[in-house]
């Protein structure tokens, strides 16, 4: 039978990575897919964050959110952001 295995991360490592410029850019072609495939009226928001970069994708106009309410466009766009 093995012993333990310890594993130790490295956070301020791991930090650097999540705040990198080759994630952040990753994440906002990600959000730009996804708002592309919601329709008219989505938009997205980066933010590089203490701990890691972020990117929202929302709707930015009534006639977006009433398309999100009644055929949930957003939502089903969910697959343009993987890969």
Known sequence: ??????IKLNAKGHREILRSAKVTADLESRGRRMASAAG????TRTTRGAQRSRVVVMTETNAARRAEAERKTLTRSIDAARG
């Open 1 to 6: 039978m093995a012993g333990r295995i310890l």
């Open 40 to 43: 008219p009226g989505v938009g």
